[in-house]
């Protein structure tokens, strides 16, 4: 997969004359890869089956001698007028069954037999047409799969493959009903044929229904990427394949497309389309970045970092000096090889011209093109150096798309958010420097010390036996609130009680809940008070040991996390979500009975992290906050690049390279 620093280059928008200059700009830059053509269909297939390369051609060879390879997208994401006009239902239904028009991007549905011939016939002959084109290096397919309008597609195409696949999963009618519980409202089907996406209601809707309709558009997309992934691979075996993905987002499992991936990228804007003055947003960046990371736990790549201010009808603030530079850094200190920026030039057309680039308008350098060809300058030598390198957290969190899905259909409290409650621990991780990596159910957890497994709502025998050998065989796992709640097909269970499964492993009963709308708790953990959010579970502890207890309401006194050894390891049970200051508390505690490794400890803002390979480290300390940091670090530790711990630049960073062994912890 290589190193390199690249940007999103849309030479289509731009006359044919600049092309030379734009390329030799980017070579002076440091940039030797550029992606491009993910959306300009109607410019290579103009009619149906008339093929012109010929301008991608030509770029690609001026690119090329200027030392530039390139990575091609497949242009599905945006199908060309003259599609539509042929087969108009093409353009995808949402829940109202109302249509969504061409004249944006996205306007496709994924499972149209009609749309599906259009694009193999397109991929084969662009696949075909670069196969044996040296500088072109890889594929990515569409663009940010599952990035479309919140409910697409419910068309009659889409309806009927659902069906299919509801008949291939239950078989029988009969056994559809008893896992989606259609007793309820007289739902009952007596056939498939009678069953349709999760439409728009006259009041409420199925929870198994629409927790199906989830698992069922993520396999939507995941066939619809592996049917290019298909042909990209036949054609051109010796190019890679990636794929943008966007962080937490919930419409497509990940770890599933990630497994279509030669490696996977990230699409990595810390602006977004606009963040509040004052809002503290590393943590979540890190998050993310880690998540992409973990799912191939190897490295990864930026396709998009944000290099210049973002918008769309409105515009967000402009990164201040040395922000675009820290950002890409904190990239690569989660493991990105390679980042591409978005975009070369700010376009002067269309949704996204205020979605800036390094260049503006105008085309003349200006302070984002300095500040990045510095940085790359000078970053290049290092991810030379570090590449191929990742962090080897002795944490790791449990990431489930289907509890993730579950807890959107009903989130309980209506605050309540899957990827927000994981990232409460990460957050008080990430305060200690202590590294994190995500994991599946489906992966061997045995190499990490602690799991955290919040909010394990479906329950399975399966898991919940492996959640037992984990801990049987020395393991640290944090269960809490909403687990065990429900079956698989998201029935809530009829017998058991809470945590369903898992009451065993903890030791503890949830008796009672409380949902705290509109208000808080509150845990009292030896002397301390400390706020707690959304839910507090209410427990009878049967074989635990209570490490706080709570301090509002009736149940006061009573038992809010507890924690119990099993077999080897060590089960905690936390029944409510964590204000900051308490995942402080709580992962202070973890910390020191699991004697977990920490990086040198940094003031607010400061970030820590390593990428580690081969017995050595590199230490990254990055800078969030706007004024200059003065860290001591030992002199064992050998600079890498121009800035030193002891003056850190507001918005800069320094990088160490150390022996394993060396590690201060
Ligand atoms: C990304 C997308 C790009 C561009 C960018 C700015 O989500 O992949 O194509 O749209 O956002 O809006
Ligand atoms: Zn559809």
């Known amino acids: 997969m290589g190193y390199h620093f690249g940007v999103d280059y849309y030479p289509e928008h731009w006359p044919r004359e600049r092309w030379q200059t734009d390329a030799r700009m980017m070579r002076e830059m440091g940039i030797t890869i550029v992606r491009m053509a993910e959306f300009s269909w109607a410019k290579w297939e103009p009619r149906e089956g008339e093929f012109h390369f010929e301008e991608l051609d030509e770029v690609i060879e001026l690119l090329a001698g200027e030392g530039i390879d390139c990575i091609l997208g497949t242009p599905s994401a945006a199908p060309p007028a003259w599609i539509i006009e ?110 349709h996406a999760p439409r728009i209601t006259a009041a409420g809707k199925n929870p198994s229904q629409q927790l199906d309709w989830m698992r069922f558009c993520s396999d939507l997309v995941l066939d619809f990427h592996q049917m290019q992934a298909d042909i990209l691979r036949r054609e051109t075996p010796d190019k890679f394949i990636t794929h943008n993905m966007m962080g937490f987002s919930r419409k497509v499992d990940y770890f599933k497309l990630g497994d279509q991936l030669d490696f996977t990228s990230q699409d990595q804007y810390p602006g977004g389309h606009f963040v509040p003055q004052g809002t503290f947003r590393g943590d979540v960046q890190a998050a993310e970045l880690d998540f992409i990371r973990s799912l191939k736990h190897q490295p ?103 509890q993730y899905d579950a807890l959107s259909i009903q989130p309980h409290h209506p605050l309540l958010r899957y990827p927000e409650h994981l990232l409460t621990y990460y957050k008080g991780f990430y305060r ?9 159910e489906e992966d061997d957890w045995s190499s990490y010390r602690v799991l955290v497994a919040p909010l394990q709502f479906l329950m399975t025998e399966k898991l919940s036996e492996k959640f037992h050998a984990y ?9 809490d609130m909403r687990s065990g709640v429900k079956d698989a097909t998201n029935l809530a269970f009829a017998e058991k009680e809470l945590p369903a499964m898992l009451d065993d492993l903890c030791g503890v009963r949830v008796a009672e809940y409380d949902c705290l709308q509109e208000t808080q708790g509150s845990v009292r953990w030896g002397d301390d008070v400390y706020p707690c959010e959304k839910w507090c579970d209410i ?127």
Request: with cysteine; proline share 6%; aromatic share 12%.
């Open 86 to 195: 042929e087969t108009p239902e093409i353009q995808p239904m949402d829940s109202h069954l109302q249509r969504h028009y061409f004249g944006g991007r996205h306007h496709d549905c994924q499972s149209n037999a009609r749309y599906r011939e259009h694009i193999r016939r397109f991929v084969t002959a662009y696949a075909r047409h670069f196969a044996a084109n040296p500088h072109v290096v890889g594929w990515q397919v569409d663009n940010e799969l599952g990035n479309s309008h919140e409910d697409l597609c419910y068309c009659p195409s889409c309806e009927a493959a659902f069906r299919q696949w509801l008949q291939k999963k239950y078989g029988s009618i009969d056994c559809l009903n008893q896992c989606w519980g259609t007793a309820f409202w007289s739902q009952t089907y007596t056939d498939f044929e009678q069953i």
């Open 300 to 402: 990864f790549w930026v396709m998009e970092q944000q290099s210049a201010i973002t918008g769309w009808e409105t515009v967000g603030r402009t990164p201040k000096p040395g922000q675009l530079g820290l950002w890409a850094m904190q990239s690569i200190a989660h493991g990105a090889d390679t980042i591409v920026f978005f975009r070369w030039r700010s376009c002067v057309m269309g949704t996204e011209q205020y979605w800036h680039g390094i260049l503006p308008h105008n085309g003349k350098p200006g302070r984002y093109y300095r500040e990045l060809k510095a940085f790359m300058q000078e970053t290049g030598p290092l991810l030379k150096i570090m590449q191929g390198s990742v962090p080897h957290p002795e944490v790791a969190m449990l990431f489930s798309y289907d």
């Open 432 to 440: 200690k420097n202590i590294p994190v990596e995500f994991v599946r």
């Open 471 to 479: 801990v049987q065989q020395g393991g640290v796992l944090i269960l």
């Open 539 to 665: 427990l009878e502890v049967a074989d635990a040991e209570i490490l706080a207890t709570y301090d509002s309401e009736f149940y006061a006194g009573t038992p809010a996390v507890c924690r119990r050894q099993a077999g080897k390891g060590t089960v905690y049970y936390v029944g409510t979500e964590m204000s900051p200051a308490l995942a402080d508390r709580f992962v202070q505690q973890l910390a020191e009975q699991s004697s977990l490794h920490r990086l040198p400890r940094t003031p607010e803002g400061v970030e820590a992290t390593v990428r580690e390979k081969d017995g050595i480290q590199y230490l990254f300390l990055l800078n969030h906050t706007d004024t200059e940091q003065h860290l001591c670090v030992p002199d064992t530790w050998e600079q890498l690049g121009a800035a030193s711990a002891e003056q850190c630049p507001p918005y800069g960073y320094c990088v160490y390279r150390m022996q394993a062994d060396d590690q201060p912890v």
